[in-house]
T-cell receptor, first 116, second 115 residues
Framework: DTGVSQDPRHKITKRGQNVTFRCDPI?????LYWYRQTLGQGPEFLTY????????KSRLLSDRFSAERPKGSFSTLEIQRTEQGDSAMYLCASSLAFGEPAEKLFFGSGTQLSVL | DQQVKQNSPSLSVQEGRISILNCDYTNSMFDYFLWYKKYPAEGPTFLIS?????DKNEDGRFTVFLNKSAKHLSLHIVPSQPGDSAVYFC??????????????FGQGTTLQVKP
């Protein structure tokens, strides 16, 4: 098992453009989370899935953000009409809903987004 | 509002000594607490956790202490090693009746262990 992988590692875009990030969780994990981290802060929860169902979205997540996990495996996070305030590290994590504590999250290395 | 706070942005200790990292929380609904460690260019990795029904949990060189009345937890690393140099995040969860696994993180403390 190679762990949680995220693609791309870095993304530079111009304000107003759309971007999409991909996350491949650990294969047997049924929960998948998206977090956002800015400099000097801890990760902030954005949304999570159990299998293909999106069960919770943070108030931080504006209508420009959308996440999907179509077959309960990989997930995508899309940001439309990017703004400079969207510049951050976007972290994906996965976990098991049962057996292990669900809070024991396994994180990917993240996608660093820079909006110019 | 910052529900989980790590008031010390950085800590420097000598190799072999004890490192103590502190964390305070405000939400009484939090009942599960974790510490994550993060190296540069990597995602956070789970280190140790504690349920609110306990006041101490130990795993090798790492011990987490929970003081519910003070809404305070701490991570002790003994002895500290240079490889422990990283950013440490405290995190909390309100399990309640729905164990979502959603975590609220503190701002992090950068630990430097000097050889």
């Amino acid at each position: 098992d190679t762990g949680v992988s995220q693609d791309p590692r870095h993304k530079i875009t111009k304000r107003g453009q759309n971007v999409t990030f991909r996350c491949d969780p650990i294969s047997e994990h049924n929960r998948l989370y998206w977090y956002r981290q800015t400099l000097g802060q801890g990760p902030e929860f954005l949304t999570y899935f159990q299998n293909e169902a999106q069960l919770e979205k943070s108030r931080l997540l504006s209508d420009r953000f959308s996440a999907e996990r179509p077959k309960g495996s990989f997930s995508t996070l899309e940001i439309q009409r990017t703004e400079q305030g969207d510049s951050a590290m976007y972290l994906c994590a996965s976990s098991l809903a049962f057996g292990e504590p669900a809070e024991k999250l396994f994180f990917g290395s993240g996608t660093q987004l820079s909006v110019l | 509002d910052q529900q989980v706070k790590q008031n010390s942005p950085s800590l420097s200790v000598q190799e072999g000594r004890i490192s103590i990292l502190n964390c305070d929380y405000t939400n009484s609904m939090f009942d599960y607490f974790l510490w994550y460690k993060k190296y540069p260019a990597e995602g956070p990795t789970f280190l140790i956790s504690i349920s609110s029904i306990k006041d101490k949990n130990e795993d090798g060189r790492f011990t987490v202490f929970l003081n519910k009345s003070a809404k305070h937890l701490s991570l002790h690393i003994v002895p500290s090693q240079p490889g422990d140099s990283a950013v440490y995040f405290c995190a909390a969860s309100a399990r309640g009746s729905s164990n979502t696994g959603k975590l609220i993180f503190g701002q992090g403390t950068t630990l430097q262990v000097k050889p």
